[in-house]
């Protein structure tokens, strides 16, 4: 980035923490009790927290239903529903380890477990 690209982009940073908008043109969940409004940079910092935790749910669901329809592709495949198995999958093997490396971290630094 050259010097005008930078100077613009703390221009837009500092003007969106020095504007303002009262509590009475916001929705309850964006209003700030205390002072009476919110700056853009808050209501912006909010909205990006919230459409992330939204697209995290959305993504957790749409999985879920995903190996829903799997699993039940499986059970109609079957020709004898009495003893049927379902074969679990696991797409994400890379993201199960890293889960499983950092909850051992954590139990290690909590001090419940020792270090190998």
Same mark, same amino acid.
């Given at each position: 980035m050259n010097y005008a690209e930078n100077a613009l982009k703390a221009l837009r940073?500092? $003007?969106? $923490?020095?504007?303002?908008? +009262?509590? $009475?043109?916001? +929705?309850?969940?964006?209003?700030?009790?205390?002072? #009476? #409004?919110?700056?853009?940079?808050e209501l912006e910092k909010i909205y990006t927290k919230k459409v992330s935790i939204k697209n995290t749910k959305e993504n957790e669901k749409n999985e879920r239903l995903r190996r829903i329809e799997i699993y039940r592709q499986q059970f109609d495949a079957s020709d004898n529903s009495d003893n049927f198995e379902i074969s679990f999958e696991n797409p994400n093997d890379d993201q199960l380890y890293r889960n499983q490396m950092a909850f051992c971290s954590a139990m290690m630094r909590a001090g419940r477990i020792d270090e190998i």
């Open positions: 940073k500092l $003007s969106r $923490s020095m504007i303002e908008v +009262p509590n $009475s043109w916001l +929705p309850e969940d964006y209003q700030n009790k205390v002072s #009476g #409004g919110r700056t853009l940079a």
